[in-house]
């Protein structure tokens, strides 16, 4: 039991070949797009997960080992040091364009499996220190009002109309990303606005996180284009977009098309049905146990070591990097994604009038 953190070095897998990836000039700069995103949704295709949950006893000691927290806290200082080989990196002058490309969307990689997948498990800790280091991995993607969106809007109006970050029915990728990374933005300067009005606190002052979050944000880009120069700053900005499109993607296919039920002004309670999971081995890992997301939204306490699986969640046919992929081709994803929501709808009913 003590040496189950093990398994969980496999998320260590990204950094490794992003680092890889940044340092190749030529077609290799690309590995890890095509490992990441084509090796291993293969082997998650032909893949079944074990729906098996931990004991009482066994999540105990999974709860309280530090293991599992310290394969978390390194991912700071790792994507810091990604963050700088990629940007000296694109000090070189003689990377062809294609080449820099690939090692743009690999750096964009470890910002969205990496960076943003290990600031969203930190952001839902209780302790200052951990939290503090989830608004630090958001810094490097320019993407920090995720923070206070995810954990004060996301979680409290998930799987409805109201929330910018659950897919709806019919929508495409593309438009969900517009709607998504506009609302969200917006969303959480005014839960910010209502937060220091309960505190009788100055919108625009210094107490205003998401001011504050904007401004670091543009220190952080004055200081790339001061020390690397200009380009290097806009190929940051490339792999930041890149991880907060990778971020919206799995946004995207979490909750796309499952609604809560509305009665009077009140919404039923967030339940597992309410997410899409998935139990394949490999996303599993390399995601810290993201996919199994009903239970995160269930209960966003617990730990990603402790999440179960229920039989009532909505199972994705494949793990998250196949889904993900899928997303890009509306056309398909329609086809097998809103079948699975009316098959879905007609168990609900017969469960009803049961």
Request: with cysteine; glycine share 6%; proline share 4%.
């Amino acid at each position: 039991m003590k040496m189950r953190f093990l398994k969980y070095l496999l998320v260590y897998l990204t950094p490794a070949i992003v680092v890889f990836s940044i340092q190749q000039d030529n077609i290799l700069a690309y590995t890890s797009l095509i490992i990441l995103f084509g090796v291993v949704p293969v082997i998650e295709l032909f893949t079944k997960g074990s729906t098996e949950n931990l004991t009482e006893v066994e999540e105990e000691v999974a709860r309280k080992d530090i293991a599992y927290d310290l394969l978390l806290y390194l991912m700071v200082p790792i994507q810091y040091l990604i963050l700088v080989v990629f940007l000296l990196k694109t000090a070189d002058p003689g990377v062809p364009f294609y080449a820099r490309l690939g090692q743009t969307l690999s750096f964009g990689m470890a910002c969205g499996i990496l960076g943003i997948n290990a600031a969203h498990e930190l952001g839902h800790r209780s302790t200052r220190y951990e939290r503090m280091m989830s608004k630090m991995l958001l810094l490097t993607t320019q993407y920090m009002h995720f923070y206070i969106e995810h954990n004060r809007g996301h979680h409290k109006n998930v799987s409805t109309d109201e929330d910018p970050a659950s897919g709806r029915k019919g929508e495409n990728v593309y438009s969900f990303y517009i709607r998504s990374i506009r609302d969200s933005w917006i969303s959480a300067w005014k839960l910010e606005k209502e937060r220091l009005k309960k505190l009788g606190k100055n919108n625009i002052s210094l107490n205003n996180e998401m001011l504050i979050y904007q401004i670091i944000q543009v220190l952080f880009l004055l200081a790339i284009a001061l020390f690397f120069g200009l380009k290097s700053l806009a190929w940051y900005m490339g792999g930041a977009v890149t991880g907060f499109l990778l971020l919206e993607t799995v946004n995207y296919i979490e909750h796309y098309g499952l609604r809560r039920k509305k009665t009077g002004n009140r919404y039923e309670r967030t339940m597992p049905v309410h997410s899409w999971n998935s139990n394949h081995p490999l996303g599993r890992l390399v995601l810290l146990e993201l996919s199994r997301h009903s239970d995160h939204h269930y209960m966003a306490s617990r730990k990603y070591q402790v999440l179960r699986h229920f039989d009532e969640s909505p199972q994705m046919p494949t793990g998250y990097p196949g889904m993900m992929i899928l997303s890009l081709f509306p056309p398909l994803w329609f086809h097998i994604m809103d079948r699975r929501i009316e098959n879905l709808k007609s168990e609900n009913k017969a469960n009803d009038l049961a």
